[in-house]
């Protein structure tokens, strides 16, 4: 039985044995950048782990984790491209290193690698494995283009918003969870649980994401924190902040998000402020730790020992206790 430790050292290996540059050098050297970076490779470290949760040979589902993750990265190029963002993991984004055609043709190479990466190794359950990621991809792409309806409207609510994440980032989450189950030919029953474990894990997973942007520090969170608020994104903080506020906090608030002023520190600083009187922070602290408790909930109702369950346990913690 791997640590989280050890596993997330088998997904480094994976990563550093592979070979990304090849010619056009110009497509390729965006997706080794982008590849090299790092980051914390939770989603393959879910797959595997949940392969090992089941019993399954962690062997047969490298080929996939290395597809999800290369997957999630693709993802990133587009959204740093659509939502403009300067910064990813402490680096330039693709599309300001390179250009935005870049960012666009190498995210694309990079889904399609992803396919090549499900079908290095065969599997029985193979269809249903291809299945679950396609899936997922057409849902993400979904939370995705609710999340740029969400900026031209000024009626979202924080169901819809739960949705949107849900959808956007707690489903991939989820999949890779649900696809080392199936690596591991586990019980229809235990597929369901570790998924159903995933999307809570995920939604405590973004809403802590949305705090850290508000509230986290540059040089440990990777980013340019402030940003959801620069772009006027309608994060749950901002939507809970809406819903609770007076009618002059409500005031100020609509008025400062249908502009983009020249001094968005200013701005930033206005909004938290009223995120402070209304407590804001803490009340999402509360919604983060209620996801946390269902997903621990699940992970309990998993057929399977305690210590096999430990190292998402493990993993779980980290999520929830980062600070980038």
């Known amino acids: 039985m791997y640590t989280i430790k050890e596993l997330q050292q088998i997904v480094s290996d994976l990563f550093q044995q592979e070979q990304f540059l090849a010619e056009p050098a110009t497509l390729y050297e965006p997706i080794d950048y982008t590849l090299s970076l790092g980051g914390k490779r939770v989603r393959p470290l879910l797959l595997l782990a949940s ?25 990133l190029l587009h959204d740093d491209l659509m939502d403009q963002s300067p910064i990813r993991r402490g680096r330039p984004t693709v599309y300001r290193k390179w250009s935005p055609n870049t960012a666009i043709l190498s995210g694309d190479t990079m889904f399609s690698l992803a396919w090549r990466y499900f ?12 299945n679950t990621f396609n899936e997922t991809t057409i849902e993400i792409t979904e939370g995705q283009q609710y999340d740029m309806d969400f900026e031209s409207r000024n009626d979202v609510t924080t169901d819809e918003y739960l949705n949107m994440i849900r959808l956007k980032t707690a489903v991939l989450l989820a999949c890779a969870l649900k696809l080392g189950a199936l690596y591991a030919n586990a019980t229809p029953f235990n597929q369901e649980t570790v998924y159903q474990f995933g999307i809570h894990l995920g939604l405590a997973f973004q809403l802590q994401d949305d705090l850290l942007d508000a509230y986290g520090d540059v040089a440990t969170f990777g980013k340019q924190t402030g940003t959801d608020i620069c772009d006027n994104k309608k994060t749950y903080l901002y939507l809970q902040a809406l819903a609770t506020a007076n009618e002059q906090q409500r005031q100020t608030l609509t008025q400062l998000y249908a502009t983009k002023p020249a001094d968005s520190q200013a701005k930033v600083a206005q909004i938290l402020d009223i995120y402070r009187q209304l407590d804001i922070k803490q009340s999402t602290e509360r919604l983060i730790a209620q996801e946390f408790d269902k997903a621990l909930h699940l992970l309990d109702q998993i057929e399977a020992s305690p210590s096999a369950k430990q190292p998402l346990f493990d993993m779980a913690q980290q999520l929830l206790h980062r600070n980038s």
Do not use: W
């Not at 399954?56 to 589902?61: M, P, R, T, V, Y």
């Open 119 to 130: 079908l290095r190794q065969p599997h029985p359950l193979l269809h249903a494995i291809l």
């Open 51 to 75: 392969c090992q949760l089941f019993g399954g040979n962690l062997d047969q589902a490298k080929g996939a984790a290395l597809g999800i993750e290369t997957f999630h990265n693709f993802t």
